[in-house]
């Protein structure tokens, strides 16, 4: 990973006054990859699970490169005892220098479509920066959050969390003026002791909160906790809240205060329905028109992997092959069964991870979900999800079950036909991607 400094003066001015014995008259970039180190960056080797990279320092060759290390070695370093908490300190004097609103998102599905939604919305009227990809780590987040420019009005930020207290520790670095979580539901299980502990780790983005700031709530999503002492604003499709919408057909008609606003929603975005109203909610606060907001929900391109049509062939295919849990892939699959096509309906679906140890039952639970849909052939990838296999019994469909890629991908273009209708859907792992890539 690497990121580009773009307000080179200001940050400069923040390292030279954090290491003033070692003052920076340049600066292009900072990276935790060796293999990306350009002229005047800033190298942080990571202690990872698989690689040091503390033992790639002597392939940098630039002595223009700036060099932390928790080693002694012989070359100009910085020595520090952590270089992650480096990265962590300089991040923390940069929040303080930038003026940015913070807006913060967390959530266990569409997080970062809805970051890139809220971006294209504010976008016109702000000048606005957002946390880039999937870098939404205790590592990732403070990295791409460097990138971004003091004069900036709107920060989007994306906070994602695979142990307890990560939310907590992201949010109290950033202290976001504004906050919301998407839905909280069973994902990335694996390094937390309960359901109850990742849900309490996800509802501590608002902790940080600043007294001035304002907290989203998703009302629909009882996992979520309101709190008391921030001002809020709730949005429902089900219940009475702040902000309350109905969908019928692609027209989603909103209640906000004395007003009711209709929203087009583009097909292929009906199931972002959930992201559009989260958007527009922070949207209102932020003081955009019904008609910008309108045009920005038109023009947006939904990211790559996360739902969006591609025409491939003679037939359409839905990639949702970004990542999966139980949630999203109920979601997906009732969006797919709603579809309507000329051709035969075509499920690839692959392994649900990280869900500990409700792995299994929750595969399970998938099978007999499926059962119930309007689909013609299945086609299941990966060692968990044969538990979603051994559950499908609807003698309607024509099912098959792969454990090797090579496989798999033959059967798929053996027996996709013009017309046909396709939705692809697993963890990111199993890159599913690959079947039309």
């Known amino acids: 990973m690497r990121i580009e400094i773009k307000d080179k003066k200001n940050f400069m001015d923040v390292f030279n006054n954090l290491y003033p014995n070692n003052k920076l008259n340049d600066i292009n970039g900072i990276s935790i990859d060796s293999r990306k180190v350009l002229k005047n960056d800033i190298f942080f080797p990571i202690k990872g699970e698989k690689f040091d990279g503390h033992d790639f320092i002597n392939d940098i060759k630039d002595e223009t490169v700036t060099i932390f290390s928790e080693k002694f070695i012989k070359r100009n370093i910085i020595y520090c005892k952590s270089t992650k908490k480096e990265i962590i300190s300089i991040s923390k004097s940069w929040r303080k220098k930038v003026r940015s609103k913070i807006i913060a998102i967390t959530g266990s599905n569409g997080k970062t479509t809805l970051k890139e939604i809220l971006f294209h919305v504010l976008k016109k009227k702000y000048s606005c920066s957002k946390s880039e990809g999937n870098y939404n780590s205790t590592i990732g987040l403070p990295l791409t959050f460097l990138s971004s420019l003091t004069n900036d009005e709107i920060c989007i930020l994306e906070l994602g969390a695979n142990k307890p207290n990560e939310i907590k520790f992201l949010s109290e670095i950033f202290k976001p003026d504004y906050a919301i979580i998407t839905n909280i539901s069973k994902a990335h299980l694996g390094n937390f002791n309960s359901f109850k502990d990742y849900i309490k780790t996800k509802n501590d983005i608002f902790e940080h909160v600043n007294k001035e700031g304002e907290i989203f709530i998703n009302a629909d999503d009882e996992n979520i906790n309101s709190d008391k002492n921030k001002s809020t604003t709730k949005f429902s499709f089900n219940k009475a809240g702040d902000v309350n919408a109905y969908l019928k057909g692609n027209i989603m008609k909103i209640k906000f205060k004395n007003k009711t606003t209709e929203?087009?929603?583009?097909?292929?975005?009906?199931?972002?329905?959930?992201?559009?109203?989260a958007s527009y909610a922070i949207s209102e606060k932020l003081n955009i028109s019904s008609i910008d907001f309108q045009n920005a929900?038109?023009?947006?391109?939904?990211?790559?992997?996360?739902?969006?049509?591609?025409?491939?062939?003679?037939?359409?295919?839905i990639d949702d092959a970004y990542n999966a849990n139980p949630a999203s892939m109920f979601l997906g699959i009732e969006r797919f069964d709603f579809l309507k096509t000329k051709g035969r309906k075509i499920l690839v679906i692959g392994d649900m991870l990280e869900l500990g140890e409700h792995e299994i039952i929750e595969h399970e639970k998938l099978g007999n979900f499926i059962n119930e849909k309007k689909i013609d052939i299945i086609l299941t990838y990966g060692d968990l999800i044969k538990f979603t296999y051994q559950k499908i019994d609807n003698i309607k469909f024509e099912k098959y079950h792969f454990n090797n890629f090579s496989s798999l991908y033959d059967k798929f273009h053996s027996i996709t036909k013009k017309n046909d209708l396709v939705y692809i859907k697993s963890s990111r792992s199993k890159r599913l991607e690959r079947l039309y890539n």
């Open 263 to 277: 929203i087009n929603i583009p097909d292929e975005m009906l199931h972002l329905k959930n992201n559009i109203l």
């Open 297 to 317: 929900i038109s023009t947006f391109k939904i990211p790559n992997g996360r739902g969006q049509t591609i025409k491939y062939k003679n037939f359409k295919l």
